[in-house]
């Protein structure tokens, strides 16, 4: 425990010349303020997040940070999950101005475990069958359903995944790289368009209905036309070469993480190391 | 182990800046209405803050299908992993020294769900095509514009100040002061350089 203390306190005396303007670090200060963009974070991670304040500050929005240290402390309660969401209650019903964005940092595991940073609320089955057999999924949604007896969102949110420091400050440099960067060039109208066999008809609806009539250009690599080999090759390139979105309109699977149609892996974590690209889609995993 | 979403926005040397998802999979219906929604956003209101385009398709998935739960579930559960304040780089960037098209404005409103039950998305763009033959959003965006939402006694409940052009904001049927205004028939106006545009809302509680 002192070790975690002294890490702990070295920590914040690393960050504080970064983020300390920004960082939440009393109980009052968390129960009464105002932001447009919060940051709630794994202690772990707050050193890292400095730049990314710094950016969205530099961009006209109020930033706020607190760690989740300080969250547990000031909203007790049975589970962490439920210490973070009457925090973002709290924040939605008094904080002036309310936040718009809620941005998340830390990974979440289920069931607790080294890599539970940040947890996630799990959410039961809905009455449709899950592919899988999987009967419990992860949301954040319910973080933010904070007006009204409903699952609409009322503010905002994302997370970053992170499980260290340093990861951390790879998914910051990407986002600074990404959003400070001039990079004109094709790939800003280029979409990776995949899809397994069985989902090309909503592919093509996107297809047909979106990227076509704005005049993308659109790579598409559909199941139909090739084998395992072939589609990982295609989409490691299309990475490479550059897109502005990527629209995987197939399956997804756990062993080994790909994305897959009924008979060929289309992408799968071995081939991301292969990837090289400096300049970054969205992937709407639409499953 | 991780699963491919979070490896590809953490990949130092490239991958992804943000995914959405893991979702459950299984519900090819309710996602495509989800990720129909994103499309709807980003190509034909132009949106592009990447919080802006998940957040607003869930709640018009959910606002709209609760509580069917096979196309309500997927929107529920879907994760923006990624900064929700990112602005996508979609579309080629302005250039120094473009001019901007002059002329009144061309206004279209559309309101959507509705009628709604709490959350309705206000969409202000122009009814002439923005993009293409090279030409930016921004080459098209007038200076400010107004919206305005009257009740049906005619009395101004809520008015927000906009700039520019194209715009989309979600109303929550709320007055100036923040509170929820009675179900009923509301007129929304928009105003940009003396044209104006004006829409019917019904709002069921």
């Not at chain 1, 970053?160 to 600074?176: R, T």
Request: one cysteine or more; hydrophobic letters at 35%.
């Amino acid at each position: 425990m002192k070790t975690i203390l002294k890490c702990s306190c070295l920590l914040f005396t690393l960050c504080a010349p970064l983020c300390a303007q920004y960082l939440i670090t009393t109980p009052d200060s968390l129960l009464s303020n105002g932001a447009d963009y919060l940051i709630v974070t794994h202690p772990n991670f707050t050193a890292s997040l400095g730049p990314l304040c710094r950016l969205r500050d530099s961009l006209g929005l109020t930033v706020r940070m607190v760690q989740t240290d300080l969250v547990y402390s000031t909203f007790p309660d049975t589970s962490h999950t439920k210490s973070i969401r009457l925090c973002l209650q709290r924040v939605y019903n008094y904080w002036n101005p309310r936040p718009t964005y809620i941005l998340l940092v830390g990974d979440a595991q289920r069931g607790g475990g080294a890599n539970d940073f940040l947890p996630v609320p799990v959410f039961p089955k809905f009455n449709y069958d899950y592919a899988g057999g999987i009967t419990q999924h992860g949301a954040d949604n319910w973080y933010v359903t904070l007006a009204g007896n409903d699952s609409i969102p009322d503010l905002i949110i994302g997370r970053l995944p992170v499980n260290s420091a340093a990861m951390c400050q790879n998914v910051v440099n990407k986002i600074l790289s990404y959003e400070t960067t001039d990079s004109a060039g094709p790939w800003r109208t280029t979409i990776l368009l995949n899809s397994s066999t069985d989902r090309q008809v909503y592919a093509d609806e996107y297809l047909n209905n979106y990227f076509r009539p704005a005049g993308d250009s659109v790579v598409k690599i559909y199941e139909s036309q090739g084998n395992s080999p072939s589609l990982r090759t295609r989409h490691i390139q299309a990475f490479n070469n550059g897109a502005v979105i990527a629209m995987p309109a197939c399956h997804g699977s756990s062993s080994p993480p790909s994305w897959v149609g009924a008979s060929y892996t289309l992408f799968n974590n071995s081939d991301i190391s292969s990837l090289t690209n400096q300049v970054y889609p969205i992937a709407f995993g639409r499953g | 182990m991780e699963c491919l979403d979070e490896q590809l926005v953490e990949y130092a040397s490239g991958g992804a800046i943000a995914v959405t998802g893991p979702n459950p999979c299984g519900t090819p219906t309710g996602n495509h209405y989800l990720y129909r929604e994103m499309m709807q956003k980003i190509y034909v209101e132009h949106e592009l803050v990447l919080g802006r385009i998940v957040y607003d398709a869930k709640c018009r998935i959910i606002n709209q299908y609760f509580p069917v739960d096979s196309l309500y579930g997927p929107a529920v559960l879907i994760n923006l992993l990624g900064d929700p304040a990112l602005r996508i780089k979609y579309g080629p960037p302005v250039m120094v020294g473009e001019t901007k098209a002059t002329g009144a404005p061309d206004i279209s409103l559309a309101v959507y769900p509705n009628p709604c039950r709490k959350i309705t998305t206000i969409c202000i763009g122009h009814r002439t095509p923005v993009r293409r033959s090279g030409a930016s959003l921004q080459d098209f965006q007038t200076e400010s514009m107004e919206l305005q939402i009257f009740n049906i006694q005619g009395r101004l409940i809520r008015y927000f100040s906009l700039c520019p052009m194209p715009y989309a904001l979600c109303w929550e049927g709320t007055d100036q002061g923040g509170s929820p205004v009675p179900s009923g028939v509301y007129f929304v106006r928009a105003t940009a350089d003396g044209i104006s545009e004006t829409k019917t809302i019904l709002l069921i509680r």
